[in-house]
């Protein structure tokens, strides 16, 4: 890791750490992500050596190609890594897709984490949620309050734009990686998410990714495949939308089509905030 001098990000990292080092130990869910990856790069500064564990979850709404990458970077700081599955997809509450899906899912992984952070003797389960995930439609959120888990980047009021600022000055090598929600994200609510829906999604995903385009989104809408890819992108998937198109068909939709509007996190959240009232939800 590069050395930290004293200035304002300096100061910010170890406000980081000095929420983390009074627990003496934490179990980090790390999914690979810029927010998960900061919180484990703290936690292992701050803690002694040998009291953090990383814990992935590695299920259908998980990109493959993610889980060598979360390795390799739990390793590069010499921080002990588990993968497990938490199997969201056995509680139908999950699988029928409510708008409070996520709270399903949070559930389920806080939970089985907890477990395990006491089977193996760490102090606390700890998250890489930041401040702007608040604010946005996260019911997730109430699931990791309600087990205890610790946000210090949330806690700390540490936003996005900072959250790749520290990551950067720390070298690691996620600091500008795309946002990359699970790929339950994908699907409006009410379509009920399967396995092979999912398969289906992280085929096209993994192919868009492989041919360089660097923010991607497949909405699934059910034969329909709207895919969204970065502004400064849009020209280029236009110019190659019969390869494009070729690969989703034989993915097994049967119309591909391309927002004009570009990538734009959460866009299947707009329904909610048309006040849709015969959208789905779970109490």
Known sequence: ?????????????????????????????FSGGVDSSLALAIAARALPEGRVLAVTSNNETYLPSELDLARDFAASLGVEHLVVNTRELD????????????????????SDLAKLAEEKGYACVVDGANKDDEGD???????AKELGVVSPLSEAGVGKDEVREMAKRLGLPSWDKPALACL???FPYGQEITPEK???????????????????????HGE???????????????????KITAELLDAGFLYVTLDLAGYKSGSLNAALKKGKKSLPVIS
């Open 1 to 29: 890791m590069q050395s930290v001098s004293a200035d304002p990000v300096s100061e910010r990292i170890r406000e980081l750490e000095e929420i983390v080092a009074p627990r003496g130990s934490a179990l980090v869910a």
């Open 91 to 110: 509680d139908p509450n999950y699988a029928s897709n409510p708008t409070n899906r996520c709270y399903f899912c949070k559930s389920t992984l806080y």
């Open 137 to 143: 439609y996260r019911p997730g959120r109430k699931a």
């Open 184 to 186: 339950s994200s994908r």
């Open 198 to 220: 999912l398969t289906q999604v992280a085929r096209a995903e993994e192919f868009m990714r492989r041919e360089g385009f660097r923010q991607v989104r497949v909405r699934h």
């Open 224 to 242: 329909i495949a709207r895919l969204e890819v970065g502004p400064t992108e849009l020209e280029r998937a236009f110019a190659e939308r019969e």
